[in-house]
């Protein structure tokens, strides 16, 4: 009896802590602007990949081996070739990808709504380089994958579907509608999954708004007729159930079997903050789902999602810390850092100085449509803090580099460091709202290195200086709402970016040491 007590004894050593957290999470998975999600599995280990719009480079890619905690192992498309953003207007370029594996093969399709329509391209290795684009004849947007029976389907919009050659993109079967939807706006995002010789037909609907929903439809022909679920929507918070909830816009899902047999979704939704406005973005959201044979998948018993969700999940792996401070010491940028639009390469430097990343003033403003010497990072975070140093060198005046709180060209407020005569130098805080464009403050400082920080919280953006990095000052602050999606409209999420730009073309630059994000949620 001893010897069955101490063995179980052992076994609840062990036990218990592995158990302890496998029954939980919490939501977003992957926070911040993450709009699209879509997920494969190979083996034991997940990919996923979001849309990024007119941002660069383009369509991040995350691993995890529990789809709680997620790591970006790289982006899918990092040259110009793979993505041309020249012409792209804000969100315009990237939209919805879709990522598979097959027969030793990764697929990342997607559309370039601003160049050749939709492509995909192909790698063997889902953290190295991805090949050049395979452009495709089939339209629309959001086009996905599915391989049965030797053959790789195409579905795009609002449901088209054909055959085509996965090594070469040929069309080999004309374009055929096969669902309608339910009959809400915008059907999109479809995907075809196979399950007990049933073909199960996944799509968003209702617009990537407050009327956000997921619905599914299957048939026992790839082809269709296609029959809804009579309980459609599957996932969404349109209804009453849902309308106090601190996430919204749910939708654009994908899903995906566990290697234990558990079914799950991956979709996104925003949250809201100062009423009815989101900045973040459409977040990456995990929701466990009931699938038995030959039924309908159940999302969460209610078709909702939560922030904190309280079932069993694959045995997670704690996240890796990552450090709070990005110190410019390592010759390239971590794989969280965009450009807008296909960035100019001479205008940033990681050589200049030793721990600096220097950028040259472009003649493209933040108000302008092009690309400004910018590189930015996602606000991940309703309340958080982002702080950098700036200091300029070798500037004639018209020079003004420093941080933007950014969403688009129209709507972004910046904090920057300009210099006077004399040598002399001054802070700014710059608002473009609109057709409204207003300097709110500008106060002197002295020569040399300034300390720039914005802190977000639920309801204001506000901005400090300092020039010791201890003693920070108070300018002022602007309602969240003004870059909200709901005031400046589009698909984007909120940048905290480093810039510089000037009138004329000059020869300074500016040096920036680190730049800081701290999660104060």
Wanted: charged residues 20%; neutral net charge.
């Amino acid at each position: 009896m001893k010897k069955v007590f101490l063995y179980f004894g052992f076994l609840m050593i062990f036990i218990i802590p592995c158990s302890s957290q496998n029954t939980g999470y919490e939501n977003p998975v992957i926070s911040g602007f993450y709009p699209d999600p879509s997920v494969c599995r190979v083996g034991k280990d997940y990919y996923l990949v979001n849309s990024t719009f007119q941002f660069f480079p383009g369509v991040p890619i995350f691993h995890s081996t529990d789809l709680v905690n997620w790591e970006q192992i790289g982006n899918c498309l990092t040259r110009e070739a793979q993505i041309n953003l020249k012409t792209a207007s804000t969100s315009g370029g990237i939209y919805a990808p879709t990522i598979r594996y097959h027969e030793g093969v990764f697929y990342m399709i997607t559309t370039n709504v601003s160049d050749k329509g939709n492509f995909f391209v192909w790698t063997d290795n889902p953290r190295g380089e991805w090949s050049d684009p395979v452009w495709l004849e089939q339209g629309s947007i959001d086009p996905s994958l599915f391989f049965d029976n030797g053959k790789c389907y195409m579905t795009s919009g609002g449901v088209s579907m054909c055959e085509i050659d996965p090594k070469t993109g040929k069309q080999l079967t004309p374009s055929r509608k096969i669902w309608e939807g339910t009959g809400g706006r915008y059907p999109e995002g479809s995907h075809i999954y196979k399950k007990d010789d049933w073909y199960y037909l996944l799509i968003a609907e209702g617009g990537t708004e407050y009327g956000h929903q997921v619905t599914i439809s299957r048939s026992r022909d790839i082809y269709g007729p296609y029959e809804g679920n009579p309980a459609n929507p599957i996932l969404t918070h349109i209804n009453r159930n849902a309308q106090n909830s601190p996430i919204q816009g749910v939708g654009h899902a994908e899903l995906v079997a566990a290697h234990n047999g558990s079914w799950w979704i991956l979709c996104h939704g925003f949250r809201p903050q100062a009423g009815m406005h989101h900045v973040l973005g459409r977040e990456t959201m995990l929701v466990p789902v009931t699938w038995e044979k030959n039924a309908w998948p159940v999302a969460n018993g209610d078709g909702t999602v939560e922030l904190e969700m309280t079932c069993a999940t694959l045995p997670q792996l704690p996240p890796k810390e990552k450090a709070s401070k990005t110190l410019f010491d390592t010759g390239k940028l971590g794989f969280e850092w965009n450009y807008l639009y296909n960035p100019t390469p001479s205008m940033y430097s990681l050589n200049r100085r030793a721990g600096r990343l220097s950028l040259k003033p472009s003649t493209i403003s933040l108000d302008d449509k092009g690309s400004p010497t910018f590189v930015g990072r996602r606000q991940q975070h309703i309340e958080c803090i982002a702080t950098t140093s700036v200091e300029l060198s070798n500037c004639n005046g018209d020079e003004k580099a420093g941080l933007t709180v950014y969403m688009d060209n129209e709507y972004h407020y910046d904090l920057f460091v300009k210099p006077r005569k004399g040598g002399k130098q001054a802070v700014s805080l710059y608002f473009r709202l609109g057709n409204l464009r207003h300097t709110a403050k500008e106060l002197p400082v002295p020569a040399g290195k300034v300390y720039l920080q914005v802190r977000a919280d639920k309801n204001y953006y506000s901005f400090y200086y300092s020039v010791d990095n201890i003693n920070f000052n108070y300018i002022d602050k602007m309602n969240i709402r003004f870059l909200s999606s709901e005031t400046a409209g589009g698909f984007t999420g909120v940048y905290f970016g480093m810039y510089a730009v000037s009138s004329k073309n000059t020869n300074g630059y500016a040096d920036f040491e680190w730049f800081e994000y701290k999660n104060s949620d």
